[in-house]
């Protein structure tokens, strides 16, 4: 009898669970999220580049539709308020020849836009120049032009006892005293944006290139001859 009992015993054991009857919960459920998150990600994704896109497309619809022209500014007047030019002769080099010039000049500039939309202008500066040597520069503020309109801005450039070496200074002084002739470049840039909607487009530079020649003893110009490239919508 307690052979047979202990026969039994020795037959009867506890199996441990197998894992194939009870699957991980937490690492379906983990992987399940990964995957939810991954698709917001993409449909995201997708959303915004198709309102990109539409956008773009608008705004591509409107400026076809408004076609814009290319705005003008031209310097209309140059007028020469001061002008004093003199030798002088440096202490150190008393046998060489320097040249002072003071100068005062009044540009007067006139920005036209025939397009149905507004422009807006950045800050500009424009520089005298006699033979490769800068005199002087002037500002003109940023300012915004309306459609179908004409406007006049002016900036002014002082030139306060420049001082030249002997090369230039013999040319200059001989080009005011004999010929009553001198010969000056401005340079300068303009920044132009096409303001569609409440939409800025990117600025698109131009650049200016004026020759003049003034007369001393008038204190007038009279000669201009500018060049504008690089303005282009």
């Given at each position: ?120 202008y950045e800050e500009s500066t424009f520089t005298i120049m006699y033979r490769g040597i800068p005199l002087g520069r002037g500002i003109v503020p940023g300012f915004y032009q309306a459609a179908h309109s004409v ?83």
């Amino acid at each position: 009898m307690t052979n047979t009992n202990s026969h039994n015993h020795n037959h009867l054991s506890v199996r441990p669970p197998s894992s194939n009857n009870h699957p991980c919960y937490p690492y379906s459920t983990t992987s399940s999220s990964s995957a939810s998150i991954k698709g917001c990600c993409c449909c995201l994704f997708l959303l915004f580049s198709f309102l990109a896109l539409l956008a773009l497309a608008v705004v591509l619809v409107i400026f076809l539709a408004v076609k814009p022209k290319k705005p003008q500014f031209n310097l209309q007047q140059v007028g020469i308020q001061y002008i004093n030019l003199a030798a002088t002769n440096p202490l150190d080099s008393p046998n060489a020849t320097s040249a002072s010039l003071s100068l005062v000049i009044r540009m007067i500039f006139t920005a036209r836009n025939d397009n149905t939309v507004g422009i807006k202008y950045e800050e500009s500066t424009f520089t005298i120049m006699y033979r490769g040597i800068p005199l002087g520069r002037g500002i003109v503020p940023g300012f915004y032009q309306a459609a179908h309109s004409v406007r006049q801005v002016q900036t002014t450039v002082t030139v306060d006892r420049v001082n030249l070496m002997q090369a230039d200074a013999d040319d200059l002084l001989k080009d005011a005293s004999l010929y009553d002739r001198v010969e000056l470049r401005i340079l300068g840039g303009v920044g132009a944006k096409i303001r569609i909607i409440g939409l800025t487009s990117p600025a698109v530079q131009v650049t200016i290139d004026c020759a003049i020649t003034i007369s001393p003893r008038k204190q007038s110009l009279s000669y201009k001859q500018c060049g504008f490239d690089g303005l282009q919508l």
